[in-house]
């Protein structure tokens, strides 16, 4: 731009020629938007412009890798490949740009170095490396996830004499390598699809392997005729099917767990995706695949069994077989002739594990044992992925920030989209969103329609600027991580974790939850009247702040699961009826933990004998012992249900669990529970010996109903003068009869324990003028103090949680030592869901640990 002149102003710029900026431009163009894409190479097509190695193809079959958006395109483009050459889909990508007449809008050979949000004009402001100045409204980071290669980490690695290529920046006119000798370093798709190629022409080949990946077989060639034909029979259904599906092809989730399957199944299963070649056949194998470590090693096994049949040098055979990583938690790799690769005499593999590199030299390279003189060395050494192109540029948003600094621990996103702090600026696939765990194009096609929709509504409704919240970004952030955690991703030192590139905060960056979920909850941001956004404009701002998904993904498919099962509701049925229902439920669900030994036998009560169970850890004790109340109400449930919890608080604390029973309302109503609970503790403490327990050593515990009569009982001990207790686990507790309070307006429907139920239970009970007893609601109490240490856990999503925060904080405030454990994104039964909800069970681990504490001497051995 000349001096004086005014920078040029468009209402978009994207960044990124390929997949994501042509598609962009074009629906922006659609839509009337000024829009101008900024390219950094000379020519379109993105990845597949600047990844030109030999060997480099798709591995996502092409029939799925390909724009949907253009019926017409899909008609007359004919992929000659079931996963097409880097020359193939650049060249439907020039026809893309062509057919749309997308390059008028195209800047080429053009880098942004920087670009400021002016809070005043509420524009963009970029400087190109050319010295131009462009303006804009929106921003939009099209640039890719894999398009920054990684910085070279290798002493004297500039030192070499020879010729250097990088597989991310393949000279166009393409290497001869024949009669030379070469070094490839890495061994990633990248290195696994161009060795083969290489080891055709080189007169040797050395490859530098530092991690071995797992790689299957791509059995290339033509399009898979069944994909055709579905494409063919109903084209929109197969690509809706694919939009809706978790990695964005179409195909039904596994439904087999390898754990529970038996080796035959298991062998044959794994067979047909060795055969199939695709990356999504082998990893949706089982079920459990990604989630179970020792599901994981049984696939990882046949892996390295198929590794062992291919290759013939034994050692070489093994130092191929990964073992550091369970399988698919690093990317793995499609290949072509792989493994038979280093059957030829002139490939040699040397592992970086057992010598690593001391240094490139002038000659070629150094391992700490040998010297390897070679004539090229090609670098396979990947991106910094995800991160690294958005914050390469400098991007300063409000008050001065740049995306660099408020990342520099990692990204925080609001659905991988938008990020606060910088108002209009979209990342294509950016971090917290499915983007590489998914197709693509896919992925690509659904940020685009999102946010080009955005766009059209600000315009629309006379908005200029849409950001998101700092609480919807925090929500999204953990929500991504808990998705991430219960996967076996996080555990391997992968570039989706940035543990590539040294110095990288170790954050997991993509969306593990899949395509379709994502999709729905983009859709659902939109209906919740941009749920999370401030959208602002000149007649001032608009926002509907929230989280998006609060509930622990585990616990949110359990509540759909139900939802679909469409269960009578508990307070519509007879009491009989209920307590059927409620065991059959019960019948149904997993065990829980193996014990020592379950005792059942009974204790006098007030009114009779009352049943009970005992559960005793390992170990030759005596132990301590909890005198445990079960939840229903004070209506449902016995002794013997809450067993897997029992199990599990037995086998974590090493305490004896007394589960005692009480009787129930409505045949015994309001006190008859609590008078029970506390005759059995009184009953537990003077026979405590006999139980196997250590006198002096006794805690109550109990769930819903259960924890507020073992808060009642604590109340009567006190006041009786004995017994002694140590502590009180009170677990989403029941401690007053008010259905006021907020949490029962928010999670009083669809969560389980609902605000019907819950008052049915509370008629059953007690007659109104009781509840305000604090032997009904132990909150209510006059006197708090000199009561034992509590325990309380409370659920995000439990109607019971303001009831259980207050028991919490007048505790505290009566001088009471208090735990309180705030289980987020939990809902009331959670807790009792043991080998249902991995993520429940870090809750109760650490109600385990607290319960320790509260013992004064340690547990036996
Ligand atoms: O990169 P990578 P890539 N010393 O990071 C090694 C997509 N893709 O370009 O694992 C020695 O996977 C490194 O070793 P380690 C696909 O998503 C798709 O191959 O860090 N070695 C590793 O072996 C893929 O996952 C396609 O120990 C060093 C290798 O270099 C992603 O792009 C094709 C090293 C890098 O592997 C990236 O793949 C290609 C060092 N200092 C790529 N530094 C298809 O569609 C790194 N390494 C088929």
Redesign the pocket.
Known sequence: MAAGDDPVDVDVVAVGAGFAGLYLLHRLRERGFSTKVLEAGDDVGG?WYW?RYPG?????PTTDYAYTFDPELEREWQWTEK?ATQPEILSYLQHVADRHDLRRDIELSTRVDAAAWDEAAARWRLRTDGGEEITCRFYVMASG??SLP?S???AGADDFGGEVYF??RWPHEGVDFSGKRVAV?????????SIPIIAGQAEQLTV????P?FSIPAHNGPQSAEKVTALATDREVYREEARWSRGGIPGDPPELSAVASTEEVRRQRFEEAWAAGELFAILGTFNDLLTDREANDLVAQMIREKIHSIVEDPDTADALCPKDHPFGT??P??DSGYYQTYNLPHVRLVD?REQP?AAVTGAGIDTVKESFDVDAIV?????D?MTGALVSVDITGRDGLTLKEKWADGPSTYLGLTTAGFPNLFTITGPGSPS?LSNMVVSIEQHVDWVVDRIDHLRANGFETIEPTEVAEAGWGRHVNDCADLTLYPTA???YMG??VPGKPRVFLPYVGGVGAYRAICDEVVAGDHLGFTLGGPGGTRCNDGVVRRAQPDVAMVLELLAGMELPAVETMSVEEARAFVEASSAERPPGPEVAEVVDGVLPGPAGDLRYRLYRPPGAGPHPIVAYFHGGGWVLGSHESDDPLCRDLCVRSGAVIVSVDYRHAPEARFPAAADDAFAAVQWIAANAIELGGVPGQLAVAGWSAGGNVAAVACQLARDAGGPDLVGQVLLMPVTDADPTRPSFVENGEGHILTAGLMAWFWDNYADPADRSDPRASPLRAEDLSDLPPAVIVTGELDPLRDEGVAYAEALAAAGVQVRHVSARGHIHTSLTMVDVLPSAAVVRAEVAEALLELFPTPVPA
């Open positions: 990845t990844n480099a193809r798709c591995d996502i996963y996830c894999l990684k070279l980490d290798i597989t991310s370093i890495g061994t990633g798709s990248s290195g696994i699809q530098f392997q530092r991690t990946n690093k990317r790799c499609l970086l590199i670098f396979a050494t990947g991106f992925a590489v030192n992968s570039w543990a590539n």
